[in-house]
């Protein structure tokens, strides 16, 4: 791989997340408020008092300016693939296509179809087929989560799927494999729970400050009441089923909780939890480290005598794979010529578990066939991810979802206490209105970062992954991109900030005067 | 499970169906997009035009993403190919489509003349774009598309973004354009009343003239000057997806071979010029639905007209002939066409069905009385 690859393949990750980590910045909020909007709602229709129409109406407002923006971005996430990753789209559409168009087909459709009525339809529907419509909305929202994690989670975990040499891809033997993939079905959960702290945390901030402020007390009030209560439960909801997906990355992704923990050896189990230190990626080694015994080993292993696999040992598991993934390289490539040849055939199929792992040898050499052993060495060494980053980044990931379990609980209890004005909390809940932003994009550095060098974990490494287009057509469209969504999210915050001031009842007044 | 062959063709005709299923809503809201500085001369006006697509837009536009996503999961050659070919166009598309939503929410939510008329230019590019470049996207691929292969499959598009803009793909830009204007134009005859109305239908019933014009034109220059693809030899229809194995001939006019062997094809270029026609006549007639239909009918028997000439070909190579992609060798495995049809036919009719309910519930034209009433209207 020359300079010039290497650079294509840096502009287009560098591309793929700064547009995923934005998408990413109105997903959650959506998830949340799309929510907290049907329970809304479902207060209006059940108790039939005005203002909480007028509640479910205000973050209805603030939920369509985030939404604009969440639509927007997801649609270059949606051709992204293809513009940037060819090579990827190519080897992997058979399976990763399917839940892409089944999530257009089952859930974006319904949502974005139904999002019009939601605004045009209050007077031209009744109070349930309108409440019918929010909780479509709501139930839409999260069947997309699903779906895009579905795609995720098969390529953190790609299961019921195989290597078709005729074809030069991966080809699906199983969908119910890959919609039951555990890695999927934790993080789906885990994912929307952050949404919905995210939504509840909005809520809680907003209304705090207007508390503070001694505006639409009444509005705000209730809002807190929706926000405490919906806010606790997801939050524990996350801390609990992200460690869940604990638990699950320990069992496939050995590599990924290994370098989350700096874990440079393999420890006598059940491991120890390391709270903080200082990972050196050169020396492998943590320095200063303070480390809890016991802890890793259970999450990780839910098993008192299991192993947690040090760093050092999966490299070495990493350079077996690629000695034995070489001949299904091999294989490869005679059939690339003669696709009738048998006994090339029996060598790809025994050998093609590993096939990924030959394949990071194109990195450093031209011919895998004839790696030597100095450049398997560094092909293993490839698969370490980047460590301190994954290591800080889990951590004030963590320490936030208990900061967020800690902060509802005080909301719950003083909401219960019938208590609005202690104004040292409602101060701290102003102020932690963006942490669960930065809680969710550290998320997706962990598990996305985290999966690296990999594109599909063991399959295909993400450096062949990338289109066959130039770096300056790169450039062109990473400085675009910048360009044109940081002017996107300065008027999307005006536009929030806007109509926060004005609030619900400056909106009620407005109605009435025109 | 359904013979392989078979399920090509269907997957062929579906991805027609989405991208017709894009042209009947979503065109008209590109047209609209691009009608709405001009046929909206005061602010009410223009709030007026905007707001008769504001409520549909959002599940119009899925069409688009649906057709991605299903080229993904169908024909996953030709997804990757294709947009990471058209690299810079794409982006252009993307762009134009990220600006339409935050366009149509933002532009009146302040009240400064600056900034709504920033924004309704914006949101004129926002349907310009897209509609001038699928136009010309097409118009790349009935020319064929400089692409070849290695042998690990890994495709290499040896063009540029200026080769994209040649007469022929300006030609299909153009017509693209005049579609969605007449479509655009006549949906803005149902919707909304005099003298919005008026000014509509006078610039649906020109770009109606256009549209026949140009297809007549494109179809003129198809015939006997540009070089069609044909398939010499190939193994097999129910072969493994790679595109590297069969023959393929290039001669002037082949494209309109299909027609001989399948002489009721002719139907597609018939409608497209009839439902035109109609569009013109019927434009100004009660309350438009008739020319609005026959709009429809005329962009399904164009866009028939585009799938019926090249096919079995889906992507043709100019470069390297022999390694196009066509119907027989660039599809997703059958086990996978197999179940994404099923999805498919559970799906689409309910699709269809609340689709239908959401237009129901918002018939009737958009008028001042709307936009005072509606505080969330755009």
Redesign the interface.
Known sequence: MNSAHTLLVDLSRVQFAMTALFHFLFVPLTLGLSAMLAIMESVYVMTGKEIWREIT?FW??LF??NF??G???G??M??Q????W??Y??YV??????P???????A???E??????F???W???SKLSHLTVTWFIAIASNMSALWILIANGWMQHPVGSYF?F????M??KS?VDMFFNPVAQAKFVHTISAGYVTGALFVLGISSLYLLQKRHVEFAKRSIVVAAAFGLASALSVVVLGDESGYLTGVNQHMKIAAIEAMWNTEKPPASFTIFGIPNLKTHTTKYEVSIPYLLGLIATRSLNEPVLGINQLVDIAKKRIKNGIPAYIALKKL?KNPNDTSAQQTLKKHSNDLGYALLLKRFTNNPATATSQQIQQAADSTIPNVPVLFWAFRFMVGLGMFFIGLFTLALFFTTMRNFSQRWFLVLAVIAIPLPWIAAELGWIVAEYGRQPWVIDGVLPTFLGV???STS?LI??VT?FAV?YTA?AI?EIY?MV??IRLGPVQ?TT??EI? | MIDYATLRIIWWLLLGIIIIGFAVTDGFDLGVAILHPFVGRKDKERRIVINTVGPVWEGNQVWFILAGGATFAAWPYLYAISFSGFYLAMFLVLAGLILRPVSFKYRSKVSHPVWRTVWDWLLFLSGFIPTLIFGVAVGNVIQGVPFHFDETLRAFYTGSFIDLLNPFALLCGFLSICMFIMHGGLYLGIKTENPIRHRAIAFARVAAILVIILFLLGGWWVTTYMQGFAIKQIASHVGPSNPLYKQVITHVGAWIWNYDIHPYFLIAPIIGIVGALCALIFANVVSSRIAFVSSCISLIGIITTFGASIFPFILPSSTNPNESLTVWDASSSQFTLFIMLIATIIFIPIILAYTTWVYRVMRGKVTDDFINSNKSAY
């Not at chain 1, 693939?81 to 940037?84: D, Q, R, V």
């Not at chain 1, 559409?93 to 399917?98: L, R």
């Not at chain 1, 892409?100 to 089952?106: D, I, K, N, R, T």
């Not at chain 1, 005729?166 to 891809?169: G, L, S």
């Open positions: 109406k209805g407002i369509g300016i604009a923006m639509v927007a971005t649609i270059t949606e051709f693939f293809g513009t940037n060819a090579y789209s190519q559409g058979d399976i990763f296509g399917a892409l168009a089944v999530e257009g087909l089952m974006f459709f319904l974005a179809t139904l999002i019009g009525i605004f045009f339809g007077n031209r529907l078709d005729r074809t030069m891809r080809e699906v969908f690339q289109s066959s287009t057509q062109t469209t675009g044109f996107l008027v536009l806007k109509y909106e407005r109605k025109t």
